[in-house]
């Protein structure tokens, strides 16, 4: 992709000169980061909060980003006869029978578990709901590791073949770690729970009231995240705020790809191209600023819980 110039609604040209910014665990201000040769972007939110709209339009026109879906890979690490599947059919059989669907071929016998997929809806009342954080933690055991092979297979497929951004569409992003590997982190958020309970419920009318309330707060709080992605600094981590319509969306979607397409220009991606061991240590600065500003968010949030 070539990021020289770009047309929305206006046309943007991009300077030669980046200045990430990310936030100084000593001092608290803000000190200069690299240009990436592929910028990654760590897509995340709550459940019911728009993060899947937003990653629909990064991927169309004009922006064309490729996304790596955490969502569709964590389904296809559990198709049957994976490792991911043959874990979970160990743990969670015995105790909940219905777990598995009937097989689509019919030469399989019923009694069969080693071809019939997961029924999805029955695990994820099994996990969901209060009294169930240990199934949830077992089931993330399985999956995470499974999920994060793939996602990196991914990124190099994308890399050599010469995009200069990806997005990384992960609902878990910091409960699985995955910050650390993001050039960018970008939450899309709600103000309000009750909110993410109706849209939750207008996309899954199966769920009660109850239910769609448990799976919202079995979540780390949006807001929370907000405020963890803002403390990486103004030009490292952007929050969506998806209150409004599809088109208030799209602005805001296009505000943020403007800063994206400014802050890395063409040129840079082609010298590091050729520098591998530029881009070895530019990647390993990378990711010791983003353990700094982990190490400094962590610090602060045990400062406010002792006050």
Known sequence: MCFCEMHVTCKIRFRSSLHFDIMDTASFRYVPNPIHIMLIIGLTGGIATGKSTVSSILSSAPYSLPIIDADKIARQVVEPGTVAYKAIIAHFLLTTPDLLLPSQDPSIPSTSIEHRPINRPVLGRRVFGPGRTHDRKVLDSIIHPAVRREIFKNLFHYYIRGHGAVVLDIPLLYEAG??????????????????????????????????????????????????????????????????????????????????????????????????????????????LLNWRTRRSWNRQNKIKAKL
């Open 178 to 287: 995955m910050d650390m590997i993001c050039g960018m982190v970008v939450v899309v958020g709600v103000k309000s729970i009750s909110v993410q309970t109706e849209r939750l419920r207008l996309r899954d009318p199966h769920l009660s009231v109850t239910e769609a309330r448990d799976r919202v707060e079995s979540q780390w709080d949006v807001r929370d995240k907000a405020r963890r992605c803002q403390a990486r600094g103004p030009n490292r981590g952007k929050v969506i705020w998806n209150d409004g319509t599809r088109e208030d969306l799209e602005i805001e979607v296009r505000k943020l790809m403007g800063d994206v397409y400014r802050q890395n220009p063409a040129w840079w991606k082609w010298i590091l191209l050729f520098s591998p061991w530029l881009l070895v240590l530019i990647a390993m600065r990378e990711s």
